[in-house]
């Protein structure tokens, strides 16, 4: 939850859990705190509760949001008082959660853009992707430390630029096989800053 939001962000995972509703092309574009544009997949009505009352969220959708984003269009809509001294949140007249602030976050995921076979014994660049926590992450740089996906499979220690799609990642084979990254796998969950 953010005030810094002006729209209600969901990822693609969540919705997939939904198979009676329906996404709607998106009309609106969304940008992050770099002026990156975030690729929406479509619009979407979501029922969130609090405890026994349903909660109808209007929400953009997309792959490269890790987390429910709760805009300041949802924070108006249910009338949300958010106090901020002691950290309570009341929604819609309801007292809902005690709420605490997190630190600077630390931990992304970073996926593969394509399919890409890596010959034994040799390094290729991995077009990949990295998830965001919030649209306005931190811009400083990132590191994506070393790291075994497999026996004699790694990815490189890689400084990745401030925009949250088509970096390239470094993955090296010390095998004697070829090893197969498909699109959409996880390269790495967690990045250093």
């Known amino acids: 939850m953010d005030t810094g939001y002006e729209v209600t962000l969901v990822p693609r995972e969540l919705v997939k859990r939904f198979k009676g509703l329906e996404m709607k092309p998106a009309i609106r574009q969304v940008w992050d705190a770099n002026n990156t544009s975030i690729s929406i997949d479509g619009e979407i009505q979501l029922p969130f509760f609090l405890d026994e009352r349903c909660l109808w969220t209007n929400a953009l959708v997309s792959k490269y949001v890790q987390e429910v984003m709760l805009g300041s269009d949802w924070l108006a809509r249910y009338g949300c008082i958010w106090d901020f001294m002691t950290g309570n949140l009341c929604i819609d007249?309801?007292?809902?959660?005690?709420?605490?602030?997190?630190?600077?976050?630390?931990?992304?995921?970073?996926?593969?853009?394509?399919?890409l076979k890596i010959p034994p014994r040799s390094q290729k660049e991995v077009l990949a992707r990295v998830t965001l926590l919030l649209t306005q992450d931190p811009k400083e740089n990132v590191v994506?430390?070393?790291?075994?996906?497999?026996?004699?499979?790694?990815?490189?220690?890689?400084?990745?630029?401030?925009?949250?799609?088509?970096?390239?990642?470094?993955?090296?084979?010390?095998t004697t096989k070829p090893r197969m990254i498909s699109a959409g796998s996880y390269i790495l969950d967690k990045l250093s800053q």
């Open 93 to 115: 007249g309801q007292p809902a959660v005690i709420l605490t602030r997190r630190g600077h976050i630390k931990c992304r995921r970073v996926l593969s853009q394509e399919y």
């Open 144 to 174: 994506v430390e070393t790291n075994r996906l497999k026996p004699g499979f790694y990815v490189g220690r890689t400084l990745l630029p401030n925009n949250h799609r088509d970096v390239k990642v470094c993955v090296a084979n010390t």
